[in-house]
């Protein structure tokens, strides 16, 4: 079938990208489901620093590439042997697909599946193969290399969200509540089960605890919509941007703190007394992750959810891992089990306590996607959601 989505061709054109147009719209060739797989009319993606790092090169992926992975949808129809869904199941996309079967998937955490990370590096489905392609293209299996001689496109972390139908395996799904606004639904599929996974699985946060968020994002409102959920008895937000910090402090945050401050660190350790239980890290730099590591208290715990350049490098005095009794974590799809997580993060919503509604800045057309990008990179928008 022939629909229209976002195709990137090269990474690092410069912004404004509404002048340099990275994202073209173009009308692309989407093969059926095969086996284990289904096909998916998209209702709602979400922009994500994933879908930026991806256009500005910060990750690098096969290109050509038809972008998104923050969505949901319908499923209109069934590959061979799929039996977890049935025609007319709304859906959340996930960014990383599990086998099931790996050494990951065998102890309960499918975020680290081996086979889910090789097919999302090499552009394809679970399985290897690639269901994108031009009008004179044939969708089939082949390497990157082929792909690009033959027409074939790549998938973007199994998903390629930014079209109107998507062909994704199964293991890249969650069935959802049918009666969730699509724009609310989509978020649910990384930045809420990010931000707050990262605060309910992997670290765990206490009732009583003292926690700050270092990015306000998609991602790290998400975290500090968990901490307070959690019952953390100090929310301390941290970023650059005056009207997020504003929105912090509406959503349960109980300090806000300026990062651009040259006094921000000292400012956050007089606030905690010395230093929170708990810091997440939520705006992919190592400036970032340097700060919520130097707020987090002795005995305490940083957790790490950004995706920095691959060759970004951070130092720490390694001596305050055993001095202080440190715990330094990262933390990929929030350590979830999307398939048993999603649900109760979409029952915390649906119960007032995890407000994730609050997050959308605007619902704009796939058309100002490259516009959206802009507003992205500039920090002016919390979650932009396309509507197909």
Known sequence: MRI??????????????????????????LAPPGSGEVLVRIHAAGLCHSDLSAVNGDRLWPMPLVVGHEAAGEVVELGEGVKRFAVGDHVVMIFRPSCGACASCSVGRP??????????????????????????????????????????LNHHLGCSAFAEYATVSERSLVRIDPTLA????????????????????????????????VGLGGVGFSSLLAARAAGARQIIAIDRLPAKLELAQALGA??????????????????????VEFAFEMAGSVAALDLAYRITARGGTTVTA?????????????????????????????????????????ELYRAGRLPVDRLLSEQIPLEAINEGLDRLARGESIRQVIRM
Not at 314 to 326: G, K, M
Request: some cysteine; charged content about 20%; hydrophobic content about 40%.
């Open 254 to 275: 109980t300090d806000c703190v300026d990062a651009g401050q040259a006094d921000a660190l000292e400012r956050v350790r007089a606030i905690s007394g010395g230093g």
């Open 306 to 346: 950004g995706l920095p350049h691959p060759a970004a490098r951070w130092s720490f005095p390694a001596v305050s891992l055993t001095a202080e009794e440190r715990t330094l974590k990262g933390s990929y799809v929030g350590s979830s089990v999307p398939s048993r997580d999603i649900p109760r993060l979409i």
């Open 182 to 213: 699509w724009q609310e639904a989509a978020l649910f599929g990384c930045a809420v089960i990010t931000g707050a996974g990262a605060v309910i699985n992997t670290a765990q946060v206490p009732a009583g605890a003292s926690v700050a968020v």
């Open 4 to 29: 229209r989505a976002a195709v990137l061709r090269e990474a690092g054109r410069p912004m404004p990208y509404a002048v340099s147009r990275p994202l073209s719209i173009e009308e692309v060739e």
């Open 111 to 152: 975020a680290l599946c081996g086979p889910g990370g090789e097919s999302n590096a090499a552009g394809t489905l679970l399985g290897g193969y690639r269901r994108l392609g031009h009008h004179s293209g044939e969708p089939r299996a082949n390497g990157a290399e082929a792909a690009v001689n033959q027409g074939l």
